[in-house]
């Protein structure tokens, strides 16, 4: 499938961000962080909160097991450090285990597959991630990071 920018592959949606500052020291982070998470961030670097946002700030210890992926007009999905999860809006899904097909070329559920197959070893059922998914959809604030 090819969706130009507007995909959930990880050529698409992984942006690398140089933040400079003479409050933090400079260091490399690799945890999942999406855009939600600039605003709480740099509304710590200002010394105040936000109320209830979406995103974490990032100078916090602490890491998240997922990020959500929404593609307006194109589906939802989660992605983790060792797969990818995507729920398009005409029914079809992709499942990619990043460890072993990082490019995400071999999707692990086919059209004609079965609805939940067994994943490989490691990996959560298709069927887990997309509750998962359900929940997220609806949850606002840190609750659902």
């Known amino acids: 499938r090819v969706l130009g920018k507007a995909s959930p592959y990880d050529s698409s949606i ?7 500052g003479p409050t933090f020291p400079g260091r490399t982070n690799t945890s999942l962080v999406g855009n939600i998470d ?3 961030t740099i509304a710590r670097l200002a010394g105040t909160q ?5 995103g ?7 890491r998240r097991d997922y990020l959500f992926i929404q593609l307006r007009f194109i589906g939802m999905g989660l992605r983790s450090s060792r ?9 079809e899904r ?7 097909d990082p490019l995400e ?6 059209p004609g597959a079965p609805e939940d197959p067994d994943p490989p070893i490691g990996l959560p059922r298709a069927s887990e991630l997309s509750l998962r998914l359900s929940y997220l959809r609806k ?3 840190a609750r659902c990071q």
């Not at 992984?14 to 400079?20: G, I, K, S």
């Open 105 to 110: 070329l071999n999707n692990l559920l086919p």
């Open 56 to 62: 974490r700030e990032l100078l916090s210890p602490g």
């Open 139 to 141: 949850c606002a604030g």
């Open 83 to 91: 797969l990818m999860y995507f729920e398009y809006g005409n029914g």
């Open 94 to 100: 992709e499942y990619y285990d990043r460890r072993n």
């Open 38 to 40: 600039i605003a709480p």
């Open 50 to 54: 936000m109320p209830k946002p979406d």
């Open 14 to 20: 992984r942006v690398p961000m140089l933040a400079y």
